[in-house]
């Protein structure tokens, strides 16, 4: 009887001393396999960044590519609603605005509203503003650009600005070199 205890508690021991270094085994390779993961995770995450790069380059070369930004100046005399591009008399991007874009365009940000490709030559670019205007009068305006499109990117800003003397919201599209 006595022998048998002993054989039991030697088996015992044993299995708990193995149990101990499985654990140990197990929490090691389930770390090295955590860095492992994490490891993959960030390679994924760089390569689908060079994607993204490449596929911006290979969609909007920069040859034929036109981008279209919008910024506000002051911005107390209108409150933006949206915006709807037109390029050649084809509409080609409304965006409405949120409270907080429209904040965030009032702090100094600017958004790209529009980008895609042109041949080279002459176009034409009508930007519609719909928003409340002075005394909260619904406001519809729109200002149009004729411009020449050549090799190479084409950026064009749309400009919402005050005119304090006329007490009106004016916009203006400018053209960057």
């Known amino acids: 009887m006595i022998k048998a205890l002993i054989y039991v508690s030697i088996f015992l021991q044993g299995s ?4 101990s270094v499985y654990a140990e085994d197990s929490a090691e390779t389930t770390s090295s396999l955590n860095n492992e993961l994490q490891d993959l995770k960030e ?3 760089e390569l689908n960044r060079d994607l993204f790069i490449l596929e911006e380059d290979l969609l909007f ?7 279209v930004f919008v910024s506000m100046d002051i911005g107390i005399l209108f409150e ?4 709807s591009l ?7 991007t409304n965006y409405l605005y949120t ?10 940000g ?6 895609g490709n042109l041949p080279t030559g002459e176009h034409e670019l009508i930007a519609i503003f719909i928003g409340q205007g002075p005394d909260g009068r619904d406001f519809k305006r729109a200002t149009s650009l004729r411009f020449e499109k050549n090799t190479g990117t084409k950026m064009i800003e749309l400009k919402i600005t005050d005119d304090e003397s006329k007490l009106q919201p004016r916009f203006a599209i400018k053209e960057w070199q």
Do not use: H, M, W
């Open 61 to 67: 070369p920069a040859s034929t590519q036109v981008s």
């Open 16 to 19: 708990f001393l193995s149990t």
């Open 99 to 108: 409270k907080r874009e429209v904040e965030a365009l009032r702090r100094g």
């Open 110 to 115: 600017v958004q790209r509203l529009y980008l």
């Open 86 to 92: 037109k390029l050649n008399d084809k509409n080609v």
């Open 80 to 83: 933006l609603d949206s915006v």
């Open 43 to 45: 390679q994924i995450l």
